[in-house]
């Protein structure tokens, strides 16, 4: 069965600093990985995706991930973070067509000044 | 561009009363999906289209109907509400090698 995890449910840092969020995936097929963003009382925002080829991908807002079929992990990195970027940050694993998408639970970014 | 649109916004209901969440996009895309975002528990899949007249269930589809009569609109139907229903609703509409793109969501509570 299809599932993904994302082991860190609220996250703090300091404006300015480096940021990992982590994603690990179970997936039956070959798969394909998303990151959304969603700001409070907004919808889903995608910042990134995953469907094949080079495993570092770049997103929007200086985001990146990369993917590792190896540790079944798509982790979401940032060198900067920004307190715009406090928000709700979900990866999720699907098709390549974006439909019927698995979810994780979400991780709370919370910026410091 | 409108993209994809969620009708209403805000709803309360009784419980028992049925309703009808609207979704709409305007992308021409053959797949829509319907998800609920509960607190901690992400967004867990309700029902899914991969295109007109074709429906399937998703994780958590008891207490919803859907159908899919034009490639534009995928409505979800709530025969009889109930409490454990109160949730944040999004529609998502995807076309082939493409992400998934997410309406505004409808806030619905059930008392």
């Given at each position: 069965?299809?599932?993904?995890?994302?082991?860190?449910?609220?996250?703090?840092?300091?404006?300015?600093?480096?940021?990992?969020?982590?994603?690990?995936?179970?997936?039956?097929?070959?798969?394909?990985?998303?990151?959304?963003?969603?700001?409070?009382?907004?919808?889903?925002?995608?910042?990134?995706?995953?469907?094949?080829?080079?495993?570092?991908v770049q997103g929007i807002k200086g985001f990146e991930a990369e993917f590792k079929r190896s540790q079944s992990s798509f982790n979401l990195r940032k060198p900067s973070v920004h307190w715009s970027d406090a928000a709700e940050y979900f990866c999720a694993v699907g098709s390549n067509s974006g439909y019927a998408l698995n979810f994780g639970k979400g991780t709370s970014l919370l910026v410091t000044p | 561009?409108?993209?994809?649109?969620?009708?209403?916004?805000?709803?309360?209901?009784?419980?028992?009363?049925?309703?009808?969440?609207?979704?709409?996009?305007?992308?021409?895309?053959?797949?829509?999906?319907?998800?609920?975002?509960?607190?901690?528990?992400?967004?867990?899949?309700?029902?899914?289209?991969?295109?007109?007249?074709i429906t399937d269930q998703g994780e958590v589809p008891n207490g919803y109907n859907v159908s899919r009569s034009t490639t534009e609109d995928f409505p979800l139907r709530l025969l009889s509400a109930a409490p454990s229903q109160t949730s944040v609703y999004f529609c998502a509409s995807s076309g082939v090698n493409t992400e998934a793109f997410f309406g505004q969501g409808t806030r619905l509570t059930v008392v």
């Open positions: 069965a299809q599932s993904v995890t994302q082991p860190d449910i609220h996250i703090t840092v300091s404006e300015g600093a480096s940021l990992e969020l982590r994603c690990n995936y179970s997936y039956g097929a070959t798969p394909y990985l998303f990151w959304y963003v969603q700001s409070p009382g907004q919808g889903l925002q995608l910042l990134l995706k995953y469907f094949s080829g080079d495993t570092l | 561009n409108a993209g994809v649109t969620q009708t209403p916004k805000f709803q309360v209901l009784k419980t028992g009363q049925s309703m009808t969440l609207q979704c709409a996009q305007d992308m021409n895309h053959e797949y829509m999906s319907w998800y609920r975002q509960d607190p901690g528990m992400g967004l867990r899949l309700i029902h899914y289209s991969v295109g007109a007249g």
